[in-house]
């Protein structure tokens, strides 16, 4: 336990210390600011827009961050053969993973945070309620981020940093586009092609269940417990996908 | 000295100045055909949905902000809209429940683009998805069917259907859907809606209306 602490506080400073972070973080609040700016030109529901525009711009920053600090690290050390140093010592592979997974989630979290806080406040500011349930939608947000950055792990510790991230930005297309292969499932004849869809519909993860955004910006009725659902459908994956990564991690000959 | 350091600095304002310059010159060049041609490559709202990864709400605002432009803009010189229902229709299978996409193609699409068929077919959309809270939908399929169907049963059905809605102006509405039933035939059926109308309604004041227009229709009725 100790030593997933060690290496979990480690990682934190050690992306806390990048400048990229601090670049991206400039750049998701300019964007921010300048998408909450677009409500003023919609002329009606200017809320709506505005309240939109911004969650949106979370969710795009929030999957720069996810894939910059997953891969980013853990690749660029694998590949970079830095990961001996922490190897040679009493440190096990899966606690080096898990350690450097809650140290990159508690990085997310943080810069999180800080958009979020940026989004409420600048929204407030221009007149528009904050409604309680888009906490929700940040919520959601941060969860599905977090499943990102295990993916990212992943795919780091069997390829190059440079596939590992086109690898996680396919496995986020792919998550968002699951519902088609349910519907091309149903619609296909050919009884492999459907059993290779519906495969892939219960492999992937449903990246959709956490996109509660419109549901929030129009007032509309999200089903109690779902948000509960939701989180724990993406921790559970989240969970997987770290197993997933400590197996190859821990046959890998580094 | 001196020279050396402020010669980047002009050199950025030159380098400004001939972007700008450069960028009005290439709105001039393409003329106001390059922003309507744009529109031409619009894909179809249903085939466009799989593919913006759960961004559809968004993009659906960012081309109501497109329309206003584009109406904006074609207001002020030809006063042609060959586009505009196809991004309301865009903007609408995107984001059912964006309203003023609704009020837009029930007040504008009719008139200006003069198509009161495709208004009916964006308004059909809106009333399933808020047809229970936007009295203003029913109010506009009615008024379509009235004007350019002359269809007035029908209207009277929108009507009656747009006094029921929540946060309707109910007695108002009520009347009118009763009048529209007269002229179409539907005496009693006017009638029915009036006293559905009546009974529902908890507003002592168009209780109040509705009541002296129930007692004016059956004394036509029995004279």
């Known amino acids: 336990m100790n030593t997933i602490v060690t290496v979990a506080v480690n990682t934190f400073r050690e992306t806390i210390r990048n400048k990229v972070l601090y670049n991206i973080l400039l750049v998701a609040a300019v964007a921010l600011l300048l998408s909450l700016s677009f409500g003023d030109l919609s002329v009606f529901s200017r809320a709506q827009v505005m309240s939109d525009f911004g969650l949106a711009t979370m969710s795009l920053t929030g999957l720069l961050l996810a894939i910059f600090i997953g891969v980013g690290l853990l690749g660029v050390e694998i590949a970079t053969k830095t990961v001996y140093g922490v190897l040679n010592r009493p440190v096990s592979r899966e606690a080096f993973i898990i350690g450097k997974f809650c140290g990159l989630c508690a990085t997310l979290l943080l810069n999180f945070i800080l958009i979020a806080a940026v989004f409420f406040v600048a929204i407030q500011l221009l007149g528009v309620t904050v409604k309680a349930a888009m906490l929700y939608a940040v919520l959601l947000l941060a969860v599905e981020m977090a499943l990102i950055v295990a993916a990212s792990m992943f795919f780091s510790t069997f390829t190059t940093p440079t596939l590992a991230a086109i690898f996680t930005v396919g496995f986020y297309i792919a998550g968002h586009l699951n519902d088609l292969m349910n519907i091309g499932a149903e619609q296909q004849q050919n009884p492999v092609w459907r059993f290779v869809l519906v495969s892939l519909n219960r492999l992937l993860p449903n990246l959709e269940h956490f996109n509660i955004r419109t549901r929030i910006v129009y007032d509309l009725a999200i089903p109690e417990l779902f948000v509960a659902q939701a989180a724990l459908y993406g921790m559970l994956y989240t969970v997987l996908l770290l197993l997933c990564a400590m197996i190859v991690f821990s046959r890998k000959d580094v | ?223």
């Open chain 2, 1 to 223: 000295m001196r020279l050396r350091r402020a010669l980047p600095v002009a050199a950025i304002v030159v380098i400004v100045a001939a972007i700008n310059f450069l960028q009005s010159g290439l709105h001039r060049t393409a003329g106001p055909q390059w922003q309507q041609e744009s529109m031409t490559y619009l894909p179809q709202g249903e085939r466009l949905k799989p593919a913006l990864l759960g961004f559809e709400t968004t993009l659906a605002h960012y081309l109501w902000i497109r329309t206003i432009l584009y109406f904006g803009g074609h207001a002020i010189t030809d006063k042609q809209y060959p586009w505009l229902i196809d991004m309301l229709d865009v903007i609408t299978r995107l984001c059912p429940w964006f309203y003023p996409a609704y009020e837009f193609a029930g007040l504008m699409v009719p008139e200006v683009c003069r198509n009161p068929e495709a208004a009916r077919i964006i308004l059909e959309r809106g009333l399933t998805h808020l047809g229970a809270t936007r009295w203003n939908i029913a109010f506009y399929m009615g008024t379509i069917h009235l004007r350019y169907y002359d269809d007035r049963k029908t209207a009277a059905q929108y009507m009656a259907r747009a006094a029921m809605t929540a946060g309707a102006p109910r007695g108002k509405l009520a009347a009118t859907a009763n009048a529209f039933f007269t002229q179409a035939g539907s005496f009693h059926e006017g009638l029915q809606f009036l006293l559905f109308a009546y009974e529902t309604s908890d507003n002592p004041e168009v209780r109040r209306h509705l009541a002296a227009k129930i007692r004016e229709l059956q004394r036509r009725e029995t004279e």
